[in-house]
């Protein structure tokens, strides 16, 4: 059974930084794509991040690029978001989610439950 | 970057109702139209990928059609848990981008 735990959400001031982790399993993690999306309070979905199977070419939305990097350690079976200078438009639940194939851009066949990212003074 | 409409943003009807969500693209994406099931709380679902097929445990009351610009999301037979958020989403090239969701709601 395909299983992603999101953890490291919480409240951080703006400009602070955070890291969040997606532990997977279930799957042969490393040959598989994934992403992060995220839902701010009240609006729809956001694609944020994906990163490719094996290559781990890595993507970005303009909202996030320049202050967000995606990764992920094979090792571990786990993938990461690592969030810097943070702004209050960033406050969301934040998913990771699998792909179908090894391209970031497959369609996303499975989804954690999320973690909650406030951001706040 | 591709932006995603979707129409309309909410509706009402009733178990048992056919129900029909229309999503367009700015550009041609081909087939690579996705669409996703959003409950409170819940995380997404994958309903339908690749414009037309049915992801696997999700009922056949659900189909998708198009290329192109244009798709649907249809549901021919409204059953109580389908009452959720619907999000198309293009697959086609990076950033990827979701529509902004289709609300059903029970009359």
């Known amino acids: 059974e395909v299983q992603l735990l999101e953890s490291g959400g919480g409240l951080v001031q703006p400009g602070g930084s955070l890291r969040l982790s997606c532990a997977a399993s279930g799957f042969t993690f490393s040959i598989y794509g994934m992403s992060w999306a995220r839902q701010a309070p009240g609006k729809g979905l956001e694609w944020v991040s994906g990163i490719s199977g094996s290559v781990g070419n890595t993507y970005y939305a303009d909202s996030v690029k320049g202050r967000f990097t995606i990764s992920r350690d094979n090792s571990k079976n786990t993938l990461y978001l690592q969030m810097n200078s943070l702004r209050a438009e960033d406050t969301a639940v934040y998913y990771c989610?699998?792909?179908?194939?090894?391209?970031?851009?497959?369609?996303?066949?499975?989804w954690g439950q999320g973690t909650l990212v406030t951001v706040s003074s | 970057d591709i932006q995603m409409t979707q129409s309309p943003s909410s509706l009402s009807a009733s178990v048992g109702d056919r129900v029909t969500i229309t999503c367009g693209a700015s550009?041609?994406?081909?087939?690579?139209l996705n669409w996703y099931q959003k409950k409170p709380g819940k995380a997404p679902k994958l309903m339908i990928y690749g414009a037309s097929s049915l992801q696997s445990g999700v009922p056949s009351r659900f189909s998708g059609s198009g290329s192109g610009t244009d798709f649907t999301l249809t549901i021919s037979s409204l059953q109580p848990e389908d009452f959720a958020t619907y999000y198309c989403?293009?697959?086609?090239?990076?950033?990827?981008?979701f529509g902004g969701g289709t609300k059903v709601e029970i009359k």
């Open positions: 550009q041609s994406i081909s087939s690579h």
């Open positions: 989403q293009q697959s086609y090239s990076t950033p990827l981008s």
């Open positions: 989610a699998k792909t179908k194939q090894w391209l970031a851009t497959a369609p996303l066949d499975y």
